[in-house]
């Protein structure tokens, strides 16, 4: 048994380092490709376009030399959850522009108790205090070190309240599609992101256009600009493979709360690299948000402990029963056998 845990536990990890490596990573080369300080390149909406065009290329070439094998998922399904993934992306880039940084972090900090909810009353799904206790810290941290100045305007409310609900619908249909076609992550995002890359690449810069007021034919695409796509392009594919990977292995709720991992991250790199300013108050969240995430993991890990005592004695009592059944057929079927042999 311990020798099956360790293999699980080890891949477990690896699927996390992947998703905060790689988000991390994109976030930084985003920064330098779309800052003013950087190449100005203010196209959100169809650069992630871009980023599922290489996740669907990649897709198909593992299709094609049979790294990935092809099960059956409704062309509806798929269309339904590229669509509410899409309105995510375009929620958030909506958001960010019409709100203050302090609402749409606030608004982002909203998805874990929107989660909770959610998975409770599509999947009847209850969580332990200890469980809720941790949630409420990492919020609470993750919101001392995040916001800032709070303002909210009547289409800025609309489009963050769209973003949150299609982006915790759409983490939480990542597992459920997993559990329901019993296909693989990469398996499952190889089917989806072609028709995100073809909805995105279409109306990202429409949805640019509006943001920003500039067209994407007018911008002058350099060597750095090309580089700093590619690479932003090459690190979703692991940022957009692990996020599937971690949702189906864990859930949605556990890939909020330990993905502010992230946010501590990217805050720290901030200060390393970009030399932004780590104030007092900065510290004390990330430290809230640190504790509040290994008080989650405590309170998850005793969750499964007390599930897999409760476990056993059911299963148990229910082989019992079920074998008293069958040794009942089992003696009608050898009577029932011998009386034809007679016969016959």
Do not use: W, Y
């Given at each position: 048994m311990e020798s099956e845990k360790k293999p699980a536990a080890v891949s477990d990890v690896g699927a996390w380092a992947m998703n905060v490596i790689s988000s991390v990573g994109i976030i930084m080369a985003n920064k330098q490709l779309m800052s003013s300080s950087g190449f100005a390149f203010s196209f959100a909406t169809t650069l992630t376009g871009f980023h599922f065009a290489v996740t669907a290329l990649v897709g198909m070439v593992a299709s094609a030399t049979g790294l990935l094998a092809s099960?059956?998922?409704p062309l509806w399904e798929l269309l339904w959850f590229s669509v509410v993934a899409?309105?995510?992306i375009t929620g958030m880039n909506l958001s960010l522009m019409l709100n203050s940084v302090g609402f749409y972090q606030i608004s982002k900090l909203s998805m874990i108790p929107v989660v909770c909810v959610m998975e409770w009353i599509l999947h009847s799904k209850h969580y332990s205090k200890e469980v809720k206790m941790s949630v409420v810290v990492v919020v609470?941290?993750?919101?001392?070190?995040?916001?800032?100045?709070?303002?909210?305007?009547?289409?800025?409310?609309?489009?963050?309240?769209?973003?949150?609900?299609?982006?915790?619908?759409?983490?939480?249909s990542i597992g459920s599609l997993q559990k329901k076609y019993s296909?693989?992550?990469?398996?499952?995002?190889?089917?989806?992101?072609?028709?995100q890359a073809c909805s995105l690449l279409v109306l990202g810069p429409i949805v640019d256009y509006y943001l920003s007021g500039k067209l994407i034919l007018d911008y002058k695409f350099t060597t750095g600009v090309i580089f700093f796509i590619l690479l932003s392009c090459s690190l979703a594919v692991f940022c957009n493979v692990s996020q599937y990977l971690c949702i189906g292995r864990f859930s949605a709720v556990s890939f909020q709360v330990l993905g502010h991992m992230k946010t501590v991250a990217v805050l720290t790199l901030g200060w390393l690299l970009f030399d932004s300013e780590l104030t007092f108050k900065n510290i004390m969240g990330m430290l809230i948000a640190i504790a509040g995430m290994i008080i989650y993991s405590w309170a998850v890990d005793v969750e499964k402990q007390a599930n897999s005592k409760v476990a056993p004695l059911s299963k148990s009592s229910l082989t019992e029963e079920e074998i008293r059944l069958l040794k009942e057929e089992i003696g009608k079927t050898t009577v029932k056998d011998v009386e034809l042999s007679q016969s016959g």
């Open positions: 099960k059956h998922v899409n309105m995510s609470i941290g993750v919101g001392v070190c995040t916001v800032t100045d709070v303002k909210v305007n009547g289409k800025g409310f609309l489009c963050a309240c769209v973003a949150v609900l299609s982006t915790s619908l759409q983490q939480i296909i693989r992550s990469f398996e499952l995002l190889s089917k989806t992101a072609p028709i």
